[in-house]
């Protein structure tokens, strides 16, 4: 079954539908692309997936410890790359409330970091850098 209908609107842009909840995201080419930059572009997804995905898990593991993650804020910057041009670094920047977390809740939370499916299913090439400010 499809998990994701998407319809090319013209210059650049995509219209992308979740079937199961329709739910819809627009994507732009960047400037620097002959897009207007409008949108998250494909590129910027990746790099968005890439942390929401490792959020997702650790927000699974907080809840299976009782850990409170409510209001972690994520700072993602996407470095891209020339011949051939792709996305060469995502730096995510992990910024948890200040909620008195133990050194133990900590390293639960930062242990697993790599472990979700977005970052174990891109290229080993990506670079994929880490920051954790509690």
């Not at 013209?10 to 692309?33: F, M, V, W």
């Not at 910027?44 to 993650?69: F, Q, S, V, Y």
């Amino acid at each position: 079954m499809t998990t994701i209908k998407t319809t090319y609107l013209g210059e650049l842009r995509t219209e992308n539908t979740h079937i199961q909840s329709g739910s819809k995201i627009i994507t732009d080419a960047p400037c620097d692309n002959r897009g207007k930059g409008e949108a998250f572009s494909p590129t910027d997804m990746l790099a968005t997936a890439l942390g929401n995905c490792i959020m997702t898990i650790m927000g699974i593991k907080a809840m299976d410890n009782g850990i409170d993650l409510v209001g972690t804020e994520l700072d993602i910057k996407k470095i891209m790359a020339d011949n051939p041009r792709r996305v060469d670094e995502v730096i995510i920047e992990f910024n948890f409330p200040q909620k008195n977390y133990s050194a133990e809740d900590k390293t639960l939370i930062e242990s697993v970091a790599g472990t979700s499916p977005v970052p174990l299913s891109v290229h080993p090439d990506l670079k994929q850098t880490i920051k954790f400010n509690w």
